[in-house]
């Protein structure tokens, strides 16, 4: 359908223009005088109906071609708020022009009225090309229609406007919501390890203080690895992460990295399964051991005391190693599963009673990403889940005596 023009139908100044409009329409296109006024009257009487018994209405004159044969269509779509069925003018159109026919899709209605165009008459695109350019361009408008183009400009201006108010409120909310969790993270550990050494320098035994720095320790790496999420967040917006890659052995590293894995959850019970098999991998060290940080912290975040934590390593026949993180916690629902790896996103439910910034998934994913792998999780309500990480391997041995 090639349209030709549009008019909202909203007031009897829209209507007598959608009856001029389309008498013109129908005597540019060589239609009987007889039809041009029939088609005309019939729109005409339609518009009358939706004003009265309708919302937004609005009619477009369209050319449309089935079959080499061409009709004029008028066709209106509007909001009803009384029933437009078997009203006196509907009916009337409806004799006026048989090809009548009408249709909802949600609420929005939408009746065409056709007339096919006599074939002696030429249509082309170049034709309807000139129909459409005399609406636009010859024909003379009255002040009513220039203060329609106005508005219709304004309207769009408006909305879009508006779409772009929402998203830039959206993302001050967010910031602001980032900026006050942040801050009281860092405040946090910050108290603690004021106290911490104030009482480390008050104690005058030796034995004493041993305790008191280990607590300060953990605390600093806290600061530490809050700060370098925060610094990576900058640097994502900026599209820059800072990578050492280099080949290391994946289950070496891992057993290695064991004992500080075990620290991290010390209420849980941390379980690793390796294949033992040497499988080597193209990575950054640091970063692949801030992406499990982050899996097996979050595991510990959203599950119980004494619950376990698997974190599995196995490689697959296509080429890639997975690591994966099975938690026995709070899990989470489908839509939530598709959402906890964008930036900021923290289900809502756990936002009240567990402390986080929204982003460790994120910088992980982007990690994952730029080490050529990918990064999902599995997950139900109250059955836990599974984080998965895959990444390419390099090389993979299937027996210890090749080492
Ligand atoms: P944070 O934990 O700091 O909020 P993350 O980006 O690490 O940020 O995680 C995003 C959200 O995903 C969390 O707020 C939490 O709602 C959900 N989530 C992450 N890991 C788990 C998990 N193992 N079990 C249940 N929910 C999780």
């Known amino acids: 359908m090639d349209r030709i023009l549009k008019i909202p139908i909203e007031n009897e100044l829209d209507m007598s ?29 339609i518009s009358r109906e939706i004003i009265d018994k309708a919302t937004d209405g609005l009619l477009e004159l369209n050319i449309s071609a089935a079959e080499e044969k061409y009709s004029l269509v008028a066709k209106f779509t509007y909001l009803e708020v009384l029933t437009l069925d078997r009203s006196e ?144 967040i900058s640097k994502s917006e900026t599209d820059k992460l800072d990578y050492n890659f280099e080949q290391l052995e994946l289950n070496n590293f891992l057993t290695d990295l064991e004992i500080l894995l075990k620290n991290l959850v010390p209420a849980h019970n941390f379980e690793l399964i390796t294949e033992d098999v040497p499988v080597f991998i193209n990575c950054d060290r640091l970063r692949l051991e801030q992406v499990i940080n982050n899996l097996i912290g979050n595991a510990a975040k959203y599950s119980s005391e004494n619950t376990t934590i698997v974190l599995t390593v196995k490689t697959t026949e296509n080429g890639y190693v997975n690591l994966s993180v099975k938690d026995q916690g709070i899990g989470m629902n489908k839509n939530d599963l598709e959402k906890v790896f964008e930036k900021f996103y923290r289900i809502s439910e756990v936002k009240s009673q567990v402390a986080g910034l929204g982003i460790g998934l994120y910088v992980s994913s982007r990690i994952v990403n730029d080490h050529q792998g990918k990064i999902w999780a599995e997950s139900s309500i109250g059955e836990g889940s599974i984080f998965h990480i895959s990444l390419p391997y390099i090389s993979y041995f299937t027996e210890k005596a090749h080492i």
């Open 89 to 232: 003018g509907i009916m009337y159109a409806s004799k006026l022009v048989p090809h009548f026919d009408k249709h909802k899709i949600g609420d929005m209605h939408t009746l065409n009225l056709s007339v096919k165009i006599p074939s002696f008459v030429r249509i082309d695109r170049e034709k309807v090309r000139n129909v459409r350019f005399y609406f636009e361009s010859v024909e003379e408008k009255s002040p009513y229609e220039l203060l329609l183009e106005k508005n219709y400009e304004l309207s769009e201006i408006n909305e879009r406007t508006e779409l772009e108010l929402h998203t830039a409120n959206y993302i001050i909310n967010q910031k602001n919501e980032f900026l006050s969790v942040a801050s009281h993270e860092l405040k946090t550990p910050l108290t603690i390890l004021k106290g911490l050494t104030q009482l480390a320098l008050r104690s005058s035994e030796r034995q004493d203080v041993a305790p008191f720095l280990v607590k300060i320790n953990t605390q600093v790496q806290k600061l530490q690895d809050l700060i370098t999420r925060l610094l990576d």
């Open 17 to 45: 223009l959608a009856y001029r409009k389309s008498k013109d329409a129908a005597k540019l296109l060589n239609l009987s005088i007889s039809s041009q006024t029939t088609f005309a009257t019939a729109v005409s009487e």
